[in-house]
Each structure stands twice: as C-alpha cells, then as structure tokens.
C-alpha cells in the first residue's frame, strides 16, 4: 500500500481545569480517521458492549491509575464505521493528578500528551536518538496527530519559564507547537505531520526533528504560585 492511502489522522482536544489540591476536572474529545479510526474503534468491533467502559477507562488508567471515568458519549452506534469517522467525548477526574512540592509549585505533564491513546503512535517506538540514518525506514503509516489543550489554573499560578513556539518543516516531517499561558489558562497546541509510509535515508532528519519537537511538550510543566511566592518573601 503507499503511503498516499494509508493515512492516520488522529486529534484530541481536552478542557481541563487544575484545583489547587492538584485534582484535574475535564473533558476531552477525541477525532480519528483511516487507520487511526479502525484502531481506536476496535474495542467496540471485537469487545463484547459490556466491557466497553472498562476498556475506555483503561486509556484514562494509563494517564493515572488514580484516575476516574465519570462518563463517555461513543454516539448511537460506535460499530459502524462506515456512519462517520469515530468521534468521542470523555469526562474524568484525577486526584493528585499536580505534584504539590510544598513551596508554592505544581508539576505535571500535560494531559493530551500523557501516554493518552499512545497504541495508535507507533513513531513513538522509533529510536529519535540516533543522528543519522544510512537506509531508509518505516512507519505505520502517514499520518497527521492534532493535539490541543486548555487548562484553567488555580487562582495566582502561572507558567514558570518562557512560552514554547516552535516551527519546523521537511521532506519527511514536519511539526508546529505552542504552549503558553493567557490569564490563567494555560494553552497547548502541537501539530505533528508525518507525510509518508517509507522513508529514505535523507527523511530521517526532518523527522527527527519533527518528532523530537513533539516528544519536548510531553514534558513537565511547572506552574508557581505568586501569592504563595510573595508571601514569604
């Protein structure tokens, strides 16, 4: 199959908000296409109706084991593929989901980007450490992965450090990413295109690049807390 028919679109979007306990509230949507679609969908094709809960809540188990799902709209008929592309709404809590360290800060990683529906990216098994390809190499698919994210912050907290822009394009690749803060909200967007199945020597570049961009918003936030900061001045 070439690449130009084998295509995974996945995106997920979520509303968050953080207390300051550290216990996240939300929901988020999750949209797929292709290949992403028939993967995502196959707990409803091959699970008996029974499990499907238990199998949905087992991808918010892997963002937390403390995590609870309150509830998920699949739609009327989550079996039939041919209806529309598959489209999910979930709604949870996760206690201490924010390391607390006692000195006016909170840790943690962003939700969309949390080992949350990570069967369907496999790029992620791909070795980005290496600086150089002699041969070509493969992926699933050609894809494009959407994720975005706002999380409303407890009052007097804000993003330590500066906002990430980042913008970079190839042959193989290419990845666009934002995560900033506009009152107390924090806003993460990231927009990473895999453009092909097989790849030439000459991709691995634009790819790595790409990939480890996407690999840097997974990473831990630390949001402080001015008033808690002021207080002991």
């Not at 997920?12 to 908000?17: F, G, H, R, T």
Request: glycine share 8%.
């Amino acid at each position: 199959v070439g690449s130009e028919m084998c295509i995974r679109d996945r995106r997920i979007c979520a509303q968050n908000v953080l207390d300051e306990k550290g216990t996240l509230r939300g929901s988020f949507i999750i949209e797929a296409e292709g290949q992403s679609d028939s993967n995502i969908r196959r707990i409803f094709t091959t699970g008996f109706q029974s499990e499907w809960k238990h199998a949905l809540e087992r991808q918010l188990l892997n963002v937390s084991p403390k995590a609870r799902l309150e509830g998920v709209d699949y739609g009327r008929d989550p079996k039939d593929y041919q209806r529309a592309p598959i489209h999910m709404t979930f709604r949870y809590e996760i206690p201490e989901y924010a390391l607390l360290t006692g000195t006016g800060e909170m840790v943690f990683k962003p939700f969309v980007l949390n080992n949350l529906y990570t069967q369907v990216l496999s790029y992620l098994r791909i070795d980005t450490s290496l600086e150089k390809r002699e041969y070509g190499f493969k992926d699933a698919c050609s894809r494009l992965v959407e994720l975005e994210e706002n999380l409303k912050l407890p009052f007097g907290y804000h993003l330590q450090g500066e906002e990430k822009l980042d913008n970079v394009d190839g042959p193989g690749a290419g990845f666009a990413g934002y995560l900033g803060q506009d009152g107390n909200r924090l806003r993460l967007k990231t927009t990473l295109r895999l453009k092909k199945r097989v790849y030439e020597a000459s991709d691995w570049e634009s790819f790595r690049k790409a990939v480890n961009a996407a690999k840097r918003y997974g990473e831990y936030i630390v949001a402080v807390s001015y008033t808690h900061l002021r207080a002991h001045e």
